[in-house]
């Protein structure tokens, strides 16, 4: 007389390529270029998004990347309809006022791409590349320290803050590791953006009119991410005689 006992086993990533949903956390550092480097230094990004792999180790993938930088090059030029003659703004109160200025924006991508076995670990790890398109906008953020400069404040700040916006694509070669481990598994390696933005104000304050140009804001720097796979279970069969 014979039996077949049937359980569940959880898919082991180093013994073959596996079919996956993984959730993914990411943080760039990245450096300006063409338009991009007239206004901003370097800037920093943090992100989630998730990753489809296929069992081909093909890649599918939608994020959103929050931005964020210190340096704004052209700070004195932005602010120079309020800035007195020793550079300063004075407050409601008649004194200087404490105020910062930063680099912030956003990113959405969707990307395709695909894990290549070269110097892979496992089938399902290797180099990687990928590529794709979104949307990236940025601005100049003034924080004016107790609201007490009504000209850098609420609805007047947006005639300072240069906000753009538009089409972005980008491109990602890197190393891909997944592993049998589900806390131990990361993607790193160097992104480029190339953004074609405009601006979405009706009127600049420091150029007093609206700014009409295209712009092409480009980005290239490292990132690295790590990965939560959530994997299909398979069955395994055991006989007993």
């Known amino acids: 007389m014979s039996f077949s006992s049937l359980i569940k ?23 300006p270029g063409k338009d991009m480097a007239a206004d901003f230094g370097s800037n920093a990004t943090i992100g989630g998004g998730f990753f489809y792999k296929s069992k081909t180790n093909v890649l599918l993938s939608l994020d959103f990347n929050y931005l964020f930088g210190g340096t704004i090059k052209n700070e004195q030029q932005i602010l120079s309809m ?18 910062a200025v930063y680099e912030r924006g956003f990113s959405f991508n969707a990307r395709i791409g695909k894990i290549l076995n070269l110097l892979s670990v496992n089938p399902n790890s290797g180099i990687m590349i990928m590529g794709g398109a979104g949307y990236l906008s940025h601005f100049v953020k003034i924080d004016n320290q107790h ?4 000209q850098i404040s609420g609805d007047y700040a947006l005639g300072y803050d240069h906000l753009r916006g538009g089409l972005a694509f980008n ?9 049998n481990s589900r806390i131990l598994n990361f ?5 480029f953006y190339q953004a074609f933005t405009r601006s979405l104000r009706d009127y600049s304050f420091d150029l007093m009119k609206k700014d009409t140009q295209k712009y092409t804001d480009l980005f290239f720097g ?3 991410g790590w990965m939560i796979p959530v994997y299909k ?5 055991f006989y007993y005689y």
């Open 9 to 31: 086993a959880q898919t082991n990533p180093g013994d073959s390529a596996v079919r996956a949903f993984i959730p993914n956390f990411t943080f760039a550092y990245q450096f």
């Open 82 to 99: 309020v800035l007195n003659s020793d550079g300063y703004i004075i407050d409601g109160n008649g004194t200087y006022a404490l105020y």
């Open 147 to 150: 609201h007490t400069a009504p």
């Open 171 to 179: 491109q990602f070669i890197g190393y891909y590791f997944l592993g």
């Open 187 to 191: 993607y790193a390696g160097f992104e």
């Open 222 to 224: 490292f990132k690295i």
């Open 233 to 237: 279970r398979a069955p395994r069969k």
